[in-house]
């Protein structure tokens, strides 16, 4: 596969192995873009070949994660399978050069929330959360309306307070921010 970028594990079919997403083919100049979406599972036999199955083409894939909504980019984007199939849900698309993504189950609910930025005009670091319990509809929280050109973000209990926090690094911005969650 060309042009590898992104990756993230997740054992969606509990089967003790993890299967694995990948983006690649992905170029800064979306018209020369071709974006891929990739599953990778595993035989009997995490030696032996995988098996590959694209799940997406979109000029914009970039960054991918894998998150548990049951318990250069300008969209943020969820897959959930359906009978045999992915079905994708774009839940942000007013990005401008979107870049950072992570996700953690921020207030404890047993459900991962999204933490997406974006580095162009008019940063912003947002929260999502899924508002259906079947990833086909989600809120939006802005975190940071302008303080933080979102290149990275990382979620961890950054504070030691059991709490997961958030840590964003800006880009043009040139900042390290933390977010601390103070949820009770």
């Known amino acids: 596969m060309p042009r590898l ?12 192995v993890p299967e694995i997403v990948l983006a690649y083919r992905f170029e800064s100049h979306p018209e020369k873009s ?3 979406v990739m599953l990778l599972k595993s035989g009997p036999d995490v030696r ?5 199955r694209e799940i997406d083409h979109i000029p914009t894939a970039h960054r991918v994660r894998w998150i548990d909504c049951e318990g250069n ?10 009978h045999e199939q ?3 849900t774009v839940i942000e698309d007013t990005m401008q050069n ?9 207030d404890a609910d047993g459900r991962d929330e999204i933490v997406s930025g974006f580095r162009g005009k008019g940063y912003q670091l947002s929260i999502y959360q899924d ?36 840590i964003c690094i800006g880009a043009s911005t040139g900042n390290v921010n933390l977010y601390e969650n103070l949820a009770h």
């Open 48 to 52: 032996k070949p995988w098996t590959a």
């Open 131 to 166: 508002a259906d319990l079947q990833g086909k509809r989600w809120n939006k929280t802005v975190l940071d309306d302008g303080g933080i050109a979102g290149a990275d973000c990382l979620v961890e209990d950054f504070t030691g307070n059991g709490r997961p926090d958030i």
């Open 5 to 16: 970028l992104n990756a993230d594990c997740w054992d969606i079919d509990s089967d003790g």
């Open 98 to 106: 979107g870049h950072a993504l992570a996700v953690g189950d921020l």
């Open 34 to 36: 071709v974006g891929k």
């Open 86 to 88: 992915w079905i994708r």
């Open 73 to 82: 980019g300008n969209q943020v984007a969820v897959y959930t399978p359906q």
